[in-house]
């Protein structure tokens, strides 16, 4: 599976957009990208995934960059309880190892 | 209802015990997978299982020892464990679709060998 690099950690205020980046440059054409995040105490969570178009749910964005060497993920608007460590994963998918890097903390302040 | 639980909670023990922790999933998934999460927070895998059967088998000691009884159950066993141990272990089940895979994880089990 691909490496994926984040930021380490990421402020974001009540209310706004939380843009969370993560660069896989290695990614090859039948990897999917991943995003689970933590919150703490807690089992990671599915966000969104996708292959190479962009990909809304009610949770997030997914916006995957033309040669796939980047993506982010927004959360429209960010509240108090989307501060988690956020994993971007690049995968094959079923049967491969799902491998959770450092991620990303993103707090969200009042 | 949990979609994925797992029991117990919290596990405190000595060195040299031997202890199981049980996982259960109600989401009809066919694969399994035991995580664990060390003191500085990285998610490794161990075990998977898909249908009762093992699929993948990361570098563990065999002191760990993974029991599917059937699709939905996927329990660990843990002979005479040690301090390094002691972390967080996440049950997760799976199912892949043609969109794709998508984890669920358990709440943890925060195990403590002393």
């Known amino acids: 599976d691909a490496k994926t690099t984040q930021p380490t950690s990421m402020d974001c205020a009540e209310g706004r957009a939380a843009n969370l980046p993560c660069n896989h440059s290695?990614?090859?054409?039948?990897?999917?990208v991943y995003w689970y995040r933590q919150i703490h105490s807690q089992g990671p969570q599915y966000i969104i995934h996708?292959?190479?178009n962009n990909e809304t749910n009610e949770m997030a964005s997914l916006i995957i960059t033309e040669d796939r060497k980047s993506s982010t993920l927004i959360l429209p608007h960010a509240t108090l309880r989307d501060t988690a460590v956020y994993y971007c994963i690049v995968t094959r998918g079923s049967n491969y190892k799902l491998t959770f890097g450092k991620g990303t903390l993103l707090t969200v302040n009042p | 209802d949990t979609a994925v639980s797992q029991t117990p909670k919290y596990l405190v023990t000595q060195m040299g015990n031997d202890k199981s922790i049980k996982c259960e999933q109600n989401?009809?998934?066919?694969?399994m997978y035991w995580y664990k999460q060390d003191s500085k927070k990285f998610l490794k895998i161990m075990f998977s299982y898909n249908n009762k059967e093992l699929i993948i088998n990361e570098t563990v000691p065999n002191r760990f020892s993974p029991k599917s009884p059937d699709k939905a159950h996927l329990n660990l066993h843990i002979n005479s464990l040690e301090l390094g141990d002691s972390a967080v272990y996440f049950c997760?089940?799976?199912?892949?679709?043609?969109?794709?895979?998508?984890?669920?994880f358990g709440s943890g089990t925060q195990l403590s060998v002393l």
């Open positions: 997760a089940s799976s199912q892949w679709d043609r969109v794709g895979e998508k984890l669920f």
């Open positions: 996708g292959l190479k």
């Open positions: 290695t990614i090859s054409g039948n990897e999917y």
């Open positions: 989401l009809g998934h066919d694969t």
